[in-house]
């Protein structure tokens, strides 16, 4: 394919995380070697993954200001190349996150500085099982050698985010998402299951009053994630100790995301072909949501669709 480097601005937003499988240096190494450069045609909007962007009627001031200078640098990215609309790229929490950020943008503003947004396996507004069960018995993506997960709790309890993708009813239903032999809890018993995983009450009553929900962006839209990896989507506790790692029932997903809500994102952001706006979903056989960014084959798959947003 063809590649015409003038045509457009790319600006990557990247995740500085302690495991490579969850930061972009592959995308960004690759995009370099098409020309890209640091700081003059390709940016980065780094962020602090602890904290959540903000909810109606519960702002956050941590988002509301990267949000701004976020914007700023968008800005300042289109004027530095003669004034053209930028491609936004973004993984995981960052994907979400920009998702919220593009949603905070006037119609206006949207429409004149971002030509394209590439979600790649963003973290789902329905939730995903594995944020239930870091809550429970200790966070798998925070990793700090020597020191066990179940050490890691009470902190990863205090972060913002942790709290805000717990599996939803609208999309989980009432299958049983945490089975002990006295009782099974789903998504309609958060109510029960928080305080008995050792939620205090104020956290309990957050978390209930959340309802996380994502527009259509309503600007050209790639989203790409893995399927047909074996992803957590029930937890056994049958003795009801949740301070050991669960049995795990497994379904479909990406290893993390499960797919119930991979779909039911690709329907809400399907919405905007009402208003004939570009989206596109592609599936990635047998890709991990931390490979995804790293692995050859779904690399390539991402660049070609970054190049075809591009052209």
């Not at 519960?58 to 701004?68: G, I, W």
């Not at 919220?100 to 973290?123: G, M």
């Not at 994102?265 to 960014?293: E, G, P, W, Y």
Request: hydrophobic content about 40%; some cysteine.
């Amino acid at each position: 394919m063809e590649f015409d480097l003038g045509t457009d601005l790319y600006i990557a937003y990247v995740v500085f995380r302690s495991r490579k499988g969850f930061c972009m240096t592959r995308v960004l190494e690759e995009l370099q070697l098409l020309g890209y450069r640091d700081g003059d045609t390709l940016f980065g909007a780094p962020y602090d993954p602890r904290h959540a962007p903000p909810l109606p009627g519960q702002p956050s001031q941590v988002f509301s200001d990267y949000f701004a200078r976020f914007k700023v640098l968008v800005e300042h990215a289109s004027k530095k190349n003669q004034d053209k609309p930028v491609i936004l790229v973004a993984h995981s929490f960052g994907g979400m996150a920009t998702l919220k950020f593009i949603n905070w943008t006037p119609i206006t503003w949207r429409k004149k500085f971002i030509k394209h947004l590439v979600l790649i396996s963003p973290t789902l507004p329905g939730g995903f099982m594995e944020a239930l069960t870091n809550l429970a018995s200790g966070p798998k993506p925070l990793v700090v050698p020597t020191i066990p997960r179940l050490s890691l709790r009470p902190m990863w309890r205090t972060f913002a985010s942790a709290l805000l993708f717990l599996p939803s009813s609208p999309v989980f239903g009432h299958m049983p998402l945490v089975i002990t032999k006295n009782k099974n809890y789903s998504a309609y018993d958060y109510k029960d299951l928080l305080p008995a995983i050792g939620l205090k009450t104020e956290v309990v009553e957050r978390v209930l009053s959340m309802k996380l929900r994502v527009d259509a962006p309503m600007v050209p839209t790639t989203y790409l994630n893995g399927v047909s990896v074996q992803t957590p989507e029930q937890a056994v506790y049958w003795d009801g100790n949740f301070n050991v790692a669960p049995k795990n029932v497994y379904g479909d997903g990406d290893g993390v995301m499960n797919l119930v809500s991979v779909l039911a994102l690709v329907n809400d952001l399907r919405r905007q072909q009402q208003a004939n706006i570009h989206f596109k979903f592609v599936k990635i056989v047998n890709t991990t949501h931390s490979n995804i960014v790293v692995q050859e084959h779904s690399l390539k798959k991402i660049m070609y669709e970054i190049l075809e947003a591009n052209r």
